[in-house]
């Protein structure tokens, strides 16, 4: 396996222990990035630590301070982390089983991929892991990651584990500070119902490979525009607010444009190809419309 571990140590279940290694499920590598430069001099700067009464210093002279009080500091270095050594440092251990549903999905953070060590553990971790698979639920667990104990939510993943990382209770604010303030509004019924029809309209599988970054294409955009010499310039202007008097009008709107959009953006069937270039074909002439209007009332009488 070419990445590296995030982290490695033992996962374990009552009584069974296995080792493992856990490996961070998501990668920025893609992401653009940016570097501070000097447009005088066209050089990239450099972040040297400096004390201001010493000037310059090397970072592996530097300790981690804890403020106590207006420049006072209780100092840490490497020494004194070791000494704080829980059982979550180097062991995840499975505490608790809860149904999926259970836990709020605010709290859900990070995914990481944890899999056996080779060797004698991966008959151990196929023990635990088909045990987890059979309870059907979440597995629960702690450790000690960057710096943190955090709490994880496990789950059983093809041959191996996926385990979340939990925000804390104290990092999830209270969705009441923000929602008490939403007025209360009654919502025109038949309003809804077109919106619910451009909700069915708009109605499709999850495929993240759907979605592509337009703000990161257009950055990338600009910095090809950049070398060649241009401004690179990319503009998308800001919608308007929805008039609360047009809002039905804008809803039908929706609906007919959701309607012509979604037909145009998936391949259509066989059947369906009739019947479009059945609705596409020339317009009948008024006496055929006549005649046919006439049939259609005569047969309404005759019922």
């Given at each position: 396996?070419?990445?590296?571990?995030?982290?490695?140590?033992?996962?374990?279940?009552?009584?069974?222990?296995?080792?493992?290694?856990?490996?961070?499920?998501?990668?920025?590598?893609?992401?653009?990035?940016?570097?501070?430069?000097?447009?005088?001099?066209?050089?990239?700067?450099?972040?040297?630590?400096?004390?201001?009464?010493?000037?310059?210093?090397?970072?592996?002279?530097?300790?981690?301070?804890?403020?106590?009080?207006?420049?006072?500091?209780?100092?840490?270095?490497?020494?004194?982390?070791?000494?704080?050594?829980?059982?979550?440092?180097?062991?995840?251990?499975?505490?608790?089983?809860?149904?999926?549903?259970?836990?709020?999905?605010?709290?859900?953070?990070?995914?990481?991929?944890?899999?056996?060590?080779?060797g004698v553990g991966a008959e151990a971790f196929a023990v635990i892991r088909e045990a987890m698979k059979s309870a059907g639920k979440i597995a629960l667990g702690c450790l000690v990651l960057r710096g943190r104990e955090r709490q994880l939510a496990?789950?059983?993943?093809?041959?191996?584990?996926?385990?979340?990382?939990?925000?804390?209770?104290?990092?999830?604010?209270?969705?009441?500070?923000?929602?008490?303030?939403?007025?209360?509004?009654?919502?025109?019924?038949?309003?809804?119902?077109?919106?619910?029809?451009?909700?069915?309209?708009?109605?499709?599988?999850?495929?993240?490979?759907?979605?592509?970054?337009?703000?990161?294409?257009?950055?990338?955009?600009?910095?090809?525009?950049?070398?060649?010499?241009?401004?690179?310039?990319?503009?998308?202007?800001?919608?308007?607010?929805?008039?609360?008097?047009?809002?039905?009008?804008?809803?039908?709107?929706?609906?007919?444009?959701?309607?012509?959009?979604?037909?145009?953006?998936?391949?259509?069937?066989?059947?369906?190809?009739?019947?479009?270039?059945?609705?596409?074909?020339?317009?009948?002439?008024?006496?055929?419309?006549?005649?046919?209007?006439?049939?259609?009332?005569?047969?309404?009488?005759?019922?």
């Amino acid at each position: 396996m070419a990445a590296r571990p995030t982290w490695q140590g033992h996962l374990k279940l009552s009584l069974v222990t296995c080792p493992v290694a856990m490996y961070t499920a998501t990668t920025k590598t893609n992401d653009i990035s940016f570097h501070l430069i000097n447009p005088e001099t066209n050089n990239r700067i450099r972040m040297v630590p400096t004390d201001p009464d010493t000037g310059p210093i090397e970072r592996s002279e530097l300790v981690k301070g804890y403020e106590v009080s207006k420049d006072e500091y209780v100092l840490f270095d490497d020494a004194d982390f070791d000494k704080v050594k829980l059982e979550s440092t180097r062991t995840i251990s499975i505490d608790k089983f809860v149904d999926e549903h259970e836990i709020d999905r605010l709290y859900w953070d990070d995914p990481f991929y944890i899999v056996p060590e080779k060797g004698v553990g991966a008959e151990a971790f196929a023990v635990i892991r088909e045990a987890m698979k059979s309870a059907g639920k979440i597995a629960l667990g702690c450790l000690v990651l960057r710096g943190r104990e955090r709490q994880l939510a496990l789950e059983v993943r093809d041959k191996g584990l996926i385990a979340y990382t939990l925000r804390a209770h104290d990092e999830v604010r209270a969705a009441d500070d923000y929602f008490d303030d939403i007025p209360s509004v009654k919502a025109d019924k038949d309003m809804v119902d077109i919106a619910a029809r451009i909700i069915g309209q708009k109605e499709g599988d999850f495929d993240p490979a759907d979605f592509t970054d337009r703000y990161d294409d257009a950055l990338r955009e600009m910095i090809k525009a950049k070398q060649k010499g241009g401004k690179g310039v990319v503009e998308a202007p800001e919608p308007d607010d929805t008039n609360v008097i047009d809002l039905m009008a804008a809803l039908r709107a929706s609906l007919q444009g959701s309607a012509s959009g979604g037909a145009a953006k998936k391949p259509a069937k066989k059947t369906a190809t009739k019947s479009s270039t059945s609705e596409k074909a020339e317009p009948e002439k008024p006496a055929a419309k006549k005649a046919r209007a006439k049939k259609t009332t005569a047969g309404k009488k005759a019922a």
